[in-house]
């Protein structure tokens, strides 16, 4: 399994790609499907990423910190929702 530094790179690349325009409507919709698989791949990792920390932040009371590896499914979502601008406040 790629990195998440490596997939965010190769996700980087296929918006760059896309935004050229200068594609063939197959290759368009070609790189559409991996930008959306790679875009669904980072967030697992970052969804698992900050389960982890939440477990280092949220001990059990009066105990230690507690290290586990959560296993967080992400639903794959249809259409386009992956490329909208999202505002979370942050």
Known sequence: ???????LGELEKVVERLER?????????SL?????????ACKTQLSNAESRIRVLLEPKADGPPRFEDLAVAVA?????????????GA
């Open 32 to 40: 559409f499907e991996r930008g959306v698989q790679l875009s669904n």
């Open 76 to 88: 794959e979502e249809e259409g386009d929702e992956e490329f909208e601008d999202v505002d979370d």
């Open 21 to 29: 325009g200068d594609l063939s409507l197959e290759e368009n919709v």
């Open 1 to 7: 399994m790629a990195s998440f530094e490596e997939q």
